[in-house]
């Protein structure tokens, strides 16, 4: 697996790439083929506070790439949004890709006519 974390006018600190790697464990948990991840944490030149901080994701797992993104006016308040977001996008890709195995029309129960 692949991982880049960079800055947009932001400088990426050791404590800030600790917390993302500690959020993308609970991702990487649930879903083992995740070829690449990029992550990218930016500050937005805007004139109002809010939803300054931004964080995207962009992940590559077999068959599909998932794009998440997330904004707040605290990084770390943003980056706990984006990984929710995130976890639940790969766990709708996981069950759709393992739900391919249905029940036979054979083998569903029948009622009994006599």
Avoid at 30 to 50: A, G, P, R, T
């Amino acid at each position: 697996m692949n991982l880049t974390i960079s800055g947009h006018h932001l400088e990426v600190t050791p404590s800030l790439r600790e917390y993302v790697l500690t959020k993308l464990d609970r991702v990487t948990r649930h879903f083992d083929q995740v070829v690449d991840i990029n992550v990218l944490l930016s500050v937005e030149k805007q004139k109002e506070k809010e939803k300054r901080q931004k964080a995207e994701v962009n992940v590559h797992v077999k068959g599909k790439d998932i794009f998440v993104e997330s904004a707040h006016e605290d990084l770390y308040a943003a980056i706990d949004e984006l990984m929710d977001k995130l976890d639940r996008q790969v766990c709708r890709h996981k069950d759709k890709v393992q739900d391919h195995h249905h029940a036979s029309a054979k083998r569903l129960d029948a009622p009994d006519l006599q």
